[in-house]
């Protein structure tokens, strides 16, 4: 296992430059049954185990109209997670690859995503499978899948630009 402070062969780590205040608000947290990395899957399952999105006061009433969708865009933030590594090396193996190759936790802005299939709904949470996060990681959004979702809104030009 690779300490918080160590690098493995052929990764970099940089100073990160002066945070600038996205104003990024967490909705909620996040329940699954993984406290280690080590034991986190790396990709979620759809038959995986239920986990929650605990949504905060004021935001609960956004729950609205989520049941219409069977999948979810769950995004969150990987808040253990380094931020200064921009090359690394997957697995140990020696092969260096840029963080934006990858779909690592260690990136400049850990920002995790995944599909997750819609379990249900228990007051302020809603239950999912596909998760692939540690329990308790901030949740920043949620939103239907982009497969299953079809605008509400009226047509504009950009949405018949090719070219």
């Not at 299939?117 to 990681?137: F, H, P, S, Y």
Request: glycine residues 8%; hydrophobic residues 35%.
């Amino acid at each position: 296992m690779v300490r918080e402070n160590e690098l493995r062969e052929g990764e970099v780590a940089i100073e990160l430059p002066p945070a600038e205040d996205a104003g990024l608000v967490f909705i909620g947290r996040i329940r699954t049954p993984w406290t280690s990395r080590l034991e986190t899957p790396r990709q979620g399952r759809h038959d995986g185990p239920i986990c929650r999105l605990e949504i905060f006061e004021p935001f609960v009433p956004a729950i609205k109209g989520v049941d219409f969708y069977s999948n979810l865009e769950v995004l969150y933030w990987l808040d253990k997670s380094r931020r200064d590594i921009i090359l690394q090396s997957p697995k140990n193996n020696e092969k260096t690859r840029g963080t934006f190759s990858l779909r690592s936790p260690v990136r400049p802005n850990p920002i995790g995503t995944s599909i997750v299939k819609l379990v249900g709904i228990e007051g302020n949470a809603i239950l999912v499978r596909g998760l692939d996060c540690l329990d308790n990681t901030p949740l920043i959004d949620i939103k239907p899948d982009r497969c299953e979702f079809t605008p509400l809104a009226a047509p504009q030009a950009g949405d018949f630009q090719t070219e």
